[in-house]
């Protein structure tokens, strides 16, 4: 049997004749940029999100970058301006701040949730911080609750990067709907999936949301009218038509992907391995099964050997990546185990029962 980490041919195929019509149609229109798709994608998206205001960009990076754009073009951060982000998170985060001209400042996380621990935060910030960058790593929302308590202490913005939590829930609001805005991406591998690159703000801020169809389109709203620095930054017209093929299903797979989850929480049993932290709440989607091992590389040539693909998510903590040298005197040893440790199983709809019995049967032989 072989069990790749995730096969995206396979995910998408029930899709194949609906994407198909999509394209049919596309081709047809002639129209090929911001037009039917993605207004109605950004409708729906917006619906989904419970939010005011959904703008389709170019993926995700883009997403939180231009929210930090907007934020300095309406001079509520000005270039400098610190902001808190989690030190264990994707690069894409940070990259996004520094992208703005603002400054990263990472905080350790909270070993059981892998998100931003508030208590480490509060004691990072100092009087130029501005901001908070709630990432929810692996599809679990942050503690969005004691998050805000910081924000409203210090007068911070909330902003979360939303690229790996699509539908995720806390009392009652879902991811998107808990920051001042939110970023997400549809990169093919992410819970809702374009074929391509693709990305959304969400925000309930109207002025904000004005200001970032403005900042996505050469920063004019009237063509051939420029009223910002602006960027090319669109969602796609067809790849908006394929999300919005796969958006009525964003719940369905979440939930297949969640009776896996129970499954591994409750079979895998074995003493060398950490499963994760859930608390059986919605607010966790598992974009990723991320596990902990001491010796990670021989439990992934042991899985390898068995068939089993798996992926680390992530190996190299940002502050020791060569790209960000002014982070490298930093230690974190939270996020520096955790980069040590993780392992990501496969997880996704597309597992067969038989697939997922392999998995867990190697997991416990190990
Ligand atoms: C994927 C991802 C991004 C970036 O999204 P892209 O569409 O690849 O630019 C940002 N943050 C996190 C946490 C991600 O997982």
């Given at each position: 049997?072989?069990?790749?980490?995730?096969?995206?041919?396979?995910?998408?195929?029930p899709?194949?004749?609906?994407?198909?019509?999509?394209?049919?149609?596309?081709?047809?229109?002639?129209?090929?940029?911001?037009?039917?798709?993605?207004r109605?994608?950004?409708?729906?998206?917006?619906?989904?999100?419970?939010?005011?205001?959904?703008?389709?960009?170019?993926?995700?990076?883009?997403?939180?970058?231009?929210?930090?754009?907007?934020?300095?073009?309406?001079?509520?951060?000005?270039?400098?301006?610190?902001?808190?982000?989690?030190?264990?998170?994707?690069?894409?985060?940070?990259?996004?701040?520094l992208?703005?001209?603002?400054?990263?400042?990472?905080?350790?996380?909270?070993?059981?949730?892998?998100?931003?621990?508030?208590?480490?935060?509060?004691?990072?910030?100092?009087?130029?911080?501005?901001?908070?960058?709630a990432?929810?790593?692996?599809?679990?929302?942050?503690?969005?609750?004691?998050?805000?308590?910081?924000?409203?202490?210090?007068?911070?913005?909330?902003?979360?990067?939303?690229?790996?939590?699509?539908?995720?829930?806390?009392?009652?609001?879902?991811?998107?709907?808990?920051?001042?805005?939110?970023?997400?991406?549809?990169?093919p591998?992410?819970?809702?999936?374009?074929?391509?690159?693709?990305?959304?703000?969400?925000?309930?801020?109207?002025?904000?949301?004005?200001?970032?169809?403005?900042?996505?389109?050469?920063?004019?709203?009237?063509?051939?009218?420029?009223?910002?620095?602006?960027?090319?930054?669109?969602?796609d017209?067809?790849?908006?038509?394929?999300?919005?093929v796969?958006?009525?299903?964003?719940?369905?797979?979440?939930?297949?992907?969640?009776?896996?989850?129970?499954?591994?929480?409750?079979e895998?049993?074995?003493?060398?391995?950490?499963?994760?932290?859930?608390?059986?709440?919605?607010?966790?989607?598992?974009?990723?099964?991320?596990?902990?091992?001491?010796?990670?590389?021989?439990?992934?040539?042991?899985?390898?050997?068995?068939?089993?693909?798996?992926?680390?998510?992530?190996?190299?903590?940002?502050?020791?990546?060569?790209?960000?040298?002014?982070?490298?005197?930093?230690?974190?040893?939270?996020?520096?185990?955790?980069?040590?440790?993780?392992?990501s199983?496969?997880?996704?709809?597309?597992?067969?029962?038989?697939?997922?019995?392999?998995?867990i049967?190697?997991?416990?032989?190990y």
């Amino acid at each position: 049997m072989k069990i790749p980490f995730l096969d995206l041919k396979k995910l998408n195929k029930p899709y194949e004749s609906r994407f198909q019509e999509k394209f049919t149609t596309f081709l047809d229109s002639g129209w090929y940029i911001l037009g039917n798709e993605v207004r109605t994608f950004e409708a729906g998206f917006a619906n989904y999100c419970g939010v005011k205001h959904c703008i389709g960009v170019g993926n995700g990076l883009d997403a939180l970058t231009l929210i930090f754009k907007a934020y300095i073009a309406l001079g509520k951060l000005q270039k400098g301006d610190g902001v808190l982000v989690p030190a264990n998170t994707y690069i894409a985060s940070i990259l996004a701040i520094l992208q703005a001209e603002l400054v990263p400042i990472l905080v350790e996380p909270e070993l059981e949730t892998y998100n931003i621990d508030p208590l480490e935060a509060e004691k990072q910030r100092t009087e130029t911080t501005k901001a908070i960058l709630a990432v929810h790593l692996y599809g679990q929302l942050s503690d969005m609750v004691r998050i805000h308590k910081l924000a409203e202490k210090y007068n911070l913005l909330v902003i979360e990067d939303a690229a790996q939590a699509h539908g995720a829930v806390l009392n009652g609001r879902k991811a998107g709907n808990w920051g001042d805005a939110a970023g997400f991406s549809f990169y093919p591998g992410k819970n809702l999936g374009a074929l391509g690159d693709a990305g959304a703000i969400t925000t309930n801020d109207s002025e904000l949301a004005k200001i970032l169809y403005s900042l996505r389109n050469y920063g004019s709203e009237i063509k051939y009218v420029n009223d910002h620095i602006g960027y090319n930054s669109r969602l796609d017209e067809f790849q908006a038509g394929i999300l919005n093929v796969k958006l009525p299903d964003a719940d369905v797979e979440a939930t297949e992907r969640k009776s896996i989850v129970k499954r591994y929480l409750s079979e895998i049993q074995n003493p060398k391995i950490a499963l994760p932290y859930y608390d059986f709440s919605e607010n966790h989607v598992f974009h990723l099964f991320v596990i902990r091992t001491e010796n990670r590389e021989a439990l992934a040539g042991y899985l390898e050997e068995k068939g089993i693909g798996t992926l680390i998510h992530y190996p190299i903590p940002p502050h020791q990546q060569k790209a960000l040298p002014q982070f490298h005197g930093l230690s974190f040893p939270i996020t520096e185990k955790i980069h040590r440790e993780v392992l990501s199983l496969p997880l996704n709809s597309t597992l067969t029962t038989a697939e997922v019995d392999a998995i867990i049967l190697a997991l416990n032989n190990y």
